[in-house]
């Protein structure tokens, strides 16, 4: 017999994600050499743009994990859209996670209506495509190798 419950509960929550990455260290010898190196951790990763009278002109919220840049947030206030700030952020976050954090790749997840033209633009390729997520709207994933000779 169980009992089910929909509630939140941030004590089970912690405990669930614990024995979840246990079984999963168990079942992945990928995994089990990562427990308790540097490489086990998310490490923050974050890029700031300031304008002329130091207001926020645009930034990157992400973070590394093993050998992949997690791109979280990318965004550039309308004011100074158009002139490569984009670019300049995702560059900058793309050159930290592969010269000093050693990253091989860098994902992002952006919606139809946002930057999926921006991202291709910059090496990234579709991996995949969640239509109506939410209803209406198409929710991408790209992926982009880092350190090629084109990059």
Request: aromatic content about 8%.
């Amino acid at each position: 017999m169980f009992r089910i419950e929909a509630e939140v509960d941030k004590v089970r929550r912690d405990l669930l994600r614990t024995r979840l990455r246990d079984t999963n260290t168990a079942n992945s010898p990928v995994l089990r050499a990562l427990r308790g190196t540097p490489g086990e951790r998310e490490l923050p990763l974050h890029v700031w743009a300031s304008d002329e009278a130091g207001e926020l002109a645009g930034g990157l919220v992400g973070h590394t994990w093993t050998t992949w840049l997690h791109v979280t947030y990318l965004w550039v206030d309308g004011r100074h859209r158009g002139a490569g700030l984009g670019t300049r952020l995702l560059a900058r976050a793309e050159r930290i996670a592969h010269e000093k954090r050693g990253c091989r790749g860098a994902r992002v997840e952006t919606w139809d209506f946002q930057a999926p033209g921006f991202y291709r633009g910059h090496g990234y390729e579709v991996v995949c495509v969640i239509p109506d997520y939410p209803p209406g709207i198409t929710e991408y994933t790209l992926t982009k190798r880092l350190g090629r000779a084109d990059d």
